[in-house]
């Protein structure tokens, strides 16, 4: 069985999921929102997602202020929370600490353009393709983390 990285946002949620053994994070997909209100269709995705890939736990980024409090961004994800235990009661939903992973998933995106061929004749990733590529680095740095943590207490 599978775990699945999810890096939640208003417009975009970041997919990540791990190899069958927990051990490795890979990136997904990333699943574009209408809007911050359009939360169904983003929902069954996911059950599809889960479906194919037999997943067993969700471990989603909680996105906490700095100091640990929670802000919007952080109430936001544990209404989402919510809606995936309505959507998902077999599954188990962890919350996990993704302070400073979108900054680390952008500078993991510019180093890897860096290094392209073609990133040195100065083209670069379209801003939406590349919002899109940062979630699911996001995801996967989220759900990293969790695994290396799992895998180091066993």
Known sequence: MKILGIDYGDIRIGISISDDSQKIALPLKTIVKKDENTIKPAIAELKEIIKINDIEKIVLGNPLNMNGTKG????????????????????????????????????????????????????????????SAVDQIAATLILQTFLDKENNGK
Not at 72 to 90: G, P, Q, V, W
Not at 91 to 114: F, G, P, V, Y
């Open 72 to 131: 919007i961004r952080a109430i936001k994800t544990e209404d989402f929370k919510e809606r995936l235990h309505r959507n998902f009661k077999k599954i188990e939903i962890i919350l996990w600490d993704e302070r400073l992973t979108s900054i680390q998933a952008e500078n993991i995106l510019k180093e890897m353009n860096s290094q392209d061929a073609w990133a040195s004749s100065k083209r670069s990733l379209r801003p939406a393709r590349e919002k």
